[in-house]
């Protein structure tokens, strides 16, 4: 039987659970530096500030939520393990989490992830179990996991405490500069945007928040729109973190409530936005993490004046391919 609107609602975290995340937090996460450059202020006419989750650990605020997750482990849950799907910063997310609170985790790789990401991961002291994503079942193998090993599966955003952790990155910022007119926060499953939801909702709550996905995959955009969660294939883009194909059931009701406006940027955009960024603030942001200043800077002609916030959501680029971007060969 489908989920009624209210039973969702009930299951949704608040910004008292943003509070609670934090405090795990303290002391283990970076409390990761605001910049501003006056070069790109006088350029788009605004006063913009960037939260640089790049500098947070393993490079991306997923730290944060993997780590808010596991620290609520039970002793059973942290004696068997924890398992997650991933080849992108989650997975190194969970890996550090885990080797920080002595958990085991076992992350599940397609068997053409970039052997660098895997090498990255299994440093942490993570297992990596690689399957074949053409001949065998990602579902299966994870069942096999959970059921037969008792791991606990932590997703990438559709989890109460993962959403609940991510809001810590935009309550530091307002707790840093104090309200905002508008954000800027990319978007891929949404566990990011929501929670930055709940910390603007009680810090910021008259700012105009804006969700940004690439073009080649605006599902979310869709979802608002639609009113339902609107699933794509796995879209064609340079934003690595952001090829997700739907959000999430908890990810998506917290979208819906709080109405953020959904913006897309092209792959060209992103390359742009990352090019200012090394040029003017000397910070190296992978393409997802450029997506909110690819945005802003397309309609900063509207924002004159204003103080705007713009989140930087990771820096893991290899520096080749960061070269190869930038120099348009990529
Ligand atoms: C995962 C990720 C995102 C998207 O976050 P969601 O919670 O899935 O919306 C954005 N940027 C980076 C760098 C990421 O790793």
Known sequence: MPETRNNVESRLPTYEEVMAAAKRLEGVAHRTPVLRSRLIDEQLGAEVVFKCENFQRIGAFKFRGA??????FSPEQRRAGVVAYSSGNHAQAIALAAQLLDVPATIVMPHDAPPAKAAATAAYGATVVR?????????????????????????PYDHYDVIAGQGTAVKELLEDVGEVDALFIPLGGGGLLSGSLLSVGALSPHCAVYGVEPEAGNDGQRSLREGRIVH????????????????????????????????????????EAM???????????????????????????????RRVGVLISGGNVDPARLGALLAGAA
């Open 67 to 72: 780590y808010n997750a596991l620290s609520q």
């Open 275 to 305: 090019g200012s960024l090394v040029t003017f603030m000397k910070i190296v942001v992978e393409p997802t993490g450029a997506l909110g200043f690819a945005a802003f800077r397309r309609m900063a002609s509207r924002l004159q004046g």
């Open 131 to 155: 399957y074949d994503r053409y001949t065998e079942d990602r579902e299966e193998i994870g069942r096999d996991l959970e059921e037969r090993h008792g791991l606990t599966l932590i997703p």
């Open 232 to 271: 794509i294939d796995t879209p064609q883009t340079i934003a690595d973190g952001a090829q997700t194909q739907h959000l999430g059931e908890l990810t998506f009701a917290i979208l819906q409530r709080s109405g953020p406006t959904i913006l897309t940027a092209t792959d060209p955009e992103l390359v």
